[in-house]
């Protein structure tokens, strides 16, 4: 019999949150979380692959923002989600202004927020052109190792485009147990080239080093190439180039005309997303049609659904995924926070009363 007594059973109330916390992390914080890490890096890299794969994350087209009076320039915004053990969502908002090389600037700056998975509020804003330049080396530095295998392995990289990027994925590279007999060097600014010799031999690299006048002699001469320059549309169309079969990361995305890839094996990141904006396999797609060019994503490759071929060139042209920043900035988050270095803003959100 029931005692009429008792209290009937009710629906448990939610817990209070607690009050939200907000951080910011400088860049020098940033690049002290991740120094000397490219092997762990490159395997957070590969976990944030593979939850993308198994729809674990959500990353919607990214958003560009350009000027008609700087045509040039552009902000990009990456929204995006990944799920997993440390599910967190957020944003990266990254600009892109050529003209600032010539002002002493980097081209790029970036920052990234994260927000908290089940209230929403925002926990943090992180430099994040370092994280940036960090997950695209890690993400062309897993390419690499997965994409040369049941190949030749290179011995001989060629880097055109001498900038922030081609510095970092050298030392993803080089940190992730690549060895190399010859180095070559490409940059349509002698000074760029010149810097970026300097810095490898300040880097250690003990390889002769090669600064190519030519674009097509560092080609021919590397059987691993490296794209890393701010190229708006192709300037490199002769495929006879890459008869060698090398492989290349071609990771900013505008540099080869679509009779290279037509010449190719390709292999993307992601399917949509690539395919947008005028990218070379967005202008392959155009001119043919279809998409019978692809031979895969890199997740592809992971998982063993197919695999490079080894007498053909390999073309990785990654268009860089929201939820890769995601997964190296909550790196930084919880290796800062756990220094015991996090930087709070007292009373950044004013208003948490619903009716004051």
């Not at 799920?83 to 944003?91: K, N």
């Not at 002493?104 to 943090?124: C, E, K, M, Q, W």
């Amino acid at each position: 019999m029931t005692d009429v007594l008792s209290t009937p059973d009710r629906p448990a109330m939610p817990e209070r949150a607690c009050v939200p916390t907000f951080a910011v992390i400088t860049g020098e914080q940033v690049q002290r979380a991740l120094s000397g890490r490219e092997k762990q890096l490159v395997e957070l890299v590969e976990a944030a692959y593979r939850l993308h794969d198994a729809g674990d994350t959500v990353n919607p087209p990214s958003y560009f923002l350009r000027f008609s009076d700087r045509p040039t320039a552009r902000i990009i915004a990456l929204p995006a989600s990944i799920g997993g053990q440390a599910p967190v969502d957020g944003l990266k908002w990254i600009s892109s202004f050529p003209q600032n090389v010539s002002a002493g600037l980097p081209r790029a700056s970036a920052v990234l927020i994260l927000n908290d998975h089940d209230t929403g509020y925002p926990f943090a804003c992180l430099e994040s052109s370092i994280i940036s330049a960090t997950r695209t080396a890690a993400s062309a530095a897993l390419a690499a190792d997965r994409l040369s295998r049941g190949r030749p392995r290179p011995t001989r990289v060629g880097f055109f485009g001498t900038g922030l990027i081609a510095r970092y994925i050298h030392t993803f590279l080089n940190g992730t147990g690549w060895a190399f007999e010859a180095v070559g060097v490409h940059d349509v600014s002698a000074d760029s080239a010149t810097g970026f010799r300097g810095y490898l031999r300040q880097a250690g690299t003990t390889a002769p080093i090669t600064v190519h006048d030519s674009a097509e002699d560092l080609v021919r001469a590397s059987d691993l190439v490296v794209f890393a320059t701010i190229a708006g549309r192709p300037h490199v169309s002769d495929p006879a180039w890459f008869s060698h079969n090398p492989l290349v990361l071609h990771v900013s995305l505008r540099d080869l005309a679509p009779e290279v890839l037509l010449g190719s094996a390709n292999f993307v990141d992601d399917v949509e997303h690539c395919l947008k904006a005028d990218t070379s396999p967005h202008l392959v797609e155009q001119l043919t049609g279809n998409r019978d060019f692809l031979n895969g994503t890199l997740s592809d490759v992971m998982a063993g659904r197919t695999a490079p071929p080894a007498d053909r060139p390999v073309v990785f042209s990654p268009f860089g995924l929201g939820v890769l920043d995601l997964a190296v900035g909550k790196y930084v988050y919880d290796e800062v926070s756990r220094t015991g270095n996090l930087r709070l803003i007292d009373d950044f959100f004013h208003e948490l009363r619903r009716y004051g």
